[in-house]
């Protein structure tokens, strides 16, 4: 029964909110007085005895058309055209006891009541009481007093109800207006989160793969004793050169568009076994690799795949930036409360512009940052570059036992 009596209430909300907010439908409630008046001033006229004094209509219709005026400007100023109408109707009250002005006067009681604050509509029900109830009552007209009295306490109640209703259905338009904003934001946080980990993937995967090539290469220049076969290793170099350009134009633009990029990259987690892979490519351009590993791994994919990203991107940098490089030592220490710190170090020196166009190091520091850990990287103590990084444990349980080297 409550669910059918909620129905019923919501579809009439719907309903007068759907009416109240159509523009033309704002005439029908003037022109019906217009109607009306016409019709009962006609009426009242024709039926006027002899001896009646013609001086009084006069002044009626002037107060009649006065408060037809206003019901045509109510939607604009309504407790203003109430009391104005009020003034007219009591200016007349001796001539038609509210019999012709009534009508008009209710119509606008009822507009105020219903959309107009309490002040307002406490306000109107006051004024109108003033001018349509108490010129009768004061005359003597008991009866009469009490039917006028009675259509104001039932104007009053029906506005009283359809303010409800519309309070009812504007709360919902607007609880529907933040529920939409919250899924638009919601929605545009997803698409940032994705760009964010199509620029991850894009830097540590394909910007860490062309590093390698352009390392194999330049390996290669001027040892093949074939000036066909350097100048399609030179070729290759340039081409892998021209693609991390444009593969790191490509993520500064979609870090730019997502803001702090402080997202994981796409696809799923790293292990840390990933990591040997890395190693085995940089020892294959002829750089001595150097890895140990010591205490307990922790079966957390989440931590794996940051001391992964980490290591990739230290080495992928020693790879493209270190000048006269012959070794890079990577260390992973695993701390009794299940932290991981990776220290990677190169030996070479430094390029003229370092990495200060780069972004992989900002984004595993912001993503560093966002569980609670660190990233620091600068010269080291005895040359070359180091990447120091501290991963905290995300609560898993602890695994293989380190201490391993390779």
Known sequence: MGDKLDSVR??????????????????????????YEAVFLTRYVSLLPDDYDPTLVWPLIGCVAAILACVFFRRRHPLGALLVACACAAA??????????????????????????????????????????????????????????????????????????????????????ERSARERVTRERDE???????????????????????ALTEGLMGTTGDD???EAVE??????????????RAVRQLSALHGDGTVSVLGEARSWDDARPVL???????????FTETGTRLH???????????????????????????????AWDHADDGSCAVIVRDDGVLAAKGDATGTGLARLRGRLEAVGGRLDAGPSPDGGWEVRADVPCRGMTAGTKGGQSA
């Open 300 to 330: 957390d994919h989440e931590q794996a795949d940051l001391v992964f990203s980490v290591t990739r991107e230290a080495v992928t940098n020693a790879l493209r930036h270190a000048r006269q490089a012959h070794r890079i030592t990577v």
């Open 235 to 248: 070729s290759i170099n340039r081409l892998a050169r021209e693609g991390l350009a444009d593969t790191r």
């Open 92 to 177: 007349c009250a001796y001539i038609d006891q509210g019999a012709y002005t009534g009508v008009p006067l209710l119509v606008l009681l009822y507009g105020v009541v219903a959309r107009a604050s309490l002040i307002q509509a406490a306000a109107a029900v006051i004024a109108m009481l003033a001018a349509f109830w108490a010129p009768v009552y004061l005359a003597g007209e008991e009866t009469l007093a009490l039917v006028h009295l009675e259509w104001v306490l039932a104007v009053v109640a029906g506005a009283l109800v359809s303010r409800a209703l519309w309070t009812r259905r504007q709360t919902a338009r607007e609880l529907e207006e």
């Open 228 to 230: 066909s076969l350097s």
């Open 280 to 290: 085995e490519c940089a020892r294959s351009t002829g750089l001595a690799v150097a």
């Open 10 to 35: 919501l579809s009439l909300s719907r309903a007068i909110g759907r009416r109240a907010d159509l523009g033309e439908l704002a005439l029908v409630a003037p022109v019906a007085c217009v109607v």
């Open 192 to 214: 940032a989160e994705v760009r964010s980990r199509i620029a991850g993937e894009l830097h540590d995967s394909v910007g860490h793969d062309l590093t390698a090539i352009i």
